[in-house]
C-alpha cells in the first residue's frame, strides 16, 4: 500500500509558476515509478510526466520545455515545477505510484493516486 498526499497547488497568473510536491508513504518509494497527471473539468485525466526509479524522465510532447519532474527519495517525495503557466492548465492534478520497472504514461497502469491539488490560471 502507498499513500500519497500532494500540496502546491493555487491560484496564479498566466505566466506565473507554481511547484507541486507528493509525498509518498508506504512501500519503499524510491523503487517506484512515479507519474503526474491532471484532469481538467468535463475531460479525462491526462499524462504530464513521469519519472523512473533510475530518473528517466518522461513528459507530454505539449509541456515539454516548461513543466519539469524531479524526485528526492531521502524525502519521499516527487516534485512538479510549472513554468510559463497558461489558462489551459488549469486542472486538478494528481501524483501516482506505479509498479517497479513497469513506467507507463497511461493511467490504468498505476495502482496509487493522490487526491489531487488543484491549480488555477487566470488569464
Known amino acids: 500500500q502507498v499513500l500519497l498526499v500532494e500540496s502546491g497547488g493555487g491560484l496564479v497568473q498566466a505566466g506565473g509558476s507554481l511547484r507541486l510536491s507528493c509525498v509518498a508513504s508506504?512501500?519503499?518509494?524510491?523503487?517506484?515509478?512515479m507519474g503526474w497527471f491532471r484532469q481538467a473539468p468535463g475531460k479525462e485525466r491526462e499524462f504530464v510526466a513521469f519519472?523512473?526509479?533510475?530518473?528517466?524522465?518522461n513528459y507530454a510532447d505539449s509541456l515539454k520545455g516548461r513543466f519539469i519532474i524531479s524526485r528526492d527519495n531521502a524525502k519521499n517525495t516527487v516534485y512538479l515545477q510549472m513554468n510559463s503557466l497558461e489558462p489551459e492548465d488549469t486542472a486538478a492534478y494528481y501524483c501516482?505510484?506505479?509498479?517497479?520497472?513497469?513506467?507507463?504514461?497511461?493511467?490504468?497502469?498505476?495502482?496509487?493516486w493522490g487526491q489531487g491539488t488543484q491549480v488555477t490560471v487566470s488569464s
Open positions: 508506504g512501500r519503499t518509494f524510491s523503487s517506484l515509478p
Open positions: 501516482a505510484a506505479g509498479q517497479p520497472g513497469w513506467p507507463s504514461i497511461h493511467k490504468e497502469d498505476y495502482d496509487y
Open positions: 519519472i523512473t526509479s533510475g530518473r528517466t524522465i
